[in-house]
């Protein structure tokens, strides 16, 4: 599918369900723009339920994963992110860090994150998924819609165009 935020924005943004993101992630990987439905992780300094989900084959869907915001080592690496696109997965978001940055920029993947840092995360299984979590002023819910270009990130309960 082929679509813009700003036009999204211009034809959908008096609806109830449709949230804009607050401008605050930075952009990596090769696809500067993607969409799919979501699947939601909250998990701190703890990327084991990240890798878990990566693992599972989809179809048009992208991960969200709130992080608590932390700049205290990276949950996401070129390793998941190389795992993520032989699975199908559209692009991933991350309220927290990323690193392998300049690997993952030559991946086929979308990826928005707060920043980089050097630092692996702790490994001990901690975490929820497919829970409402909320960041950047957005709620994510499971199975919502998300689109993500170099405008901004948009999300809305239902499919748009």
């Known amino acids: ?4 935020t700003a036009d999204l924005c211009d034809q959908f943004s008096g609806q109830e369900d449709f949230q804009i993101a607050e401008p605050t ?5 090769k696809k500067t723009a993607f969409n799919g439905q979501i699947t939601t992780l909250k998990v701190f300094e703890d990327n084991s339920l990240v890798r878990e989900v990566l693992a599972e084959k989809v179809e048009d869907r ?13 949950l996401l690496g070129d390793n998941l992110a190389e795992l993520a696109c032989r699975n ?10 990323i690193r392998d940055s300049v ?18 995360s702790h490994k001990r299984g901690l975490g929820e998924r497919d829970v409402m979590i909320t960041f ?3 709620n994510f819910k499971k199975d919502h819609y998300l689109y993500a270009d170099e405008d901004g990130i948009i999300v809305s309960e239902t499919k748009l165009g």
Not at 1 to 4: E, G, I, Q, R, T
Not at 62 to 74: E, F, K, M, P, T
Request: overall charge positive.
């Open 62 to 74: 992208v991960l969200v994963i709130d992080g608590g915001g932390s700049r205290r080592c990276a």
């Open 103 to 120: 690997a993952i920029n030559r991946l086929d993947i979308g990826v928005r994150a707060l920043s980089t840092h050097p630092q692996k």
């Open 136 to 138: 950047a002023g957005i």
């Open 88 to 97: 199908g997965w559209q692009g991933i978001i991350v309220y927290g860090c």
């Open 1 to 4: 599918m082929s679509f813009a």
């Open 25 to 29: 992630f930075q952009s990596f990987g």
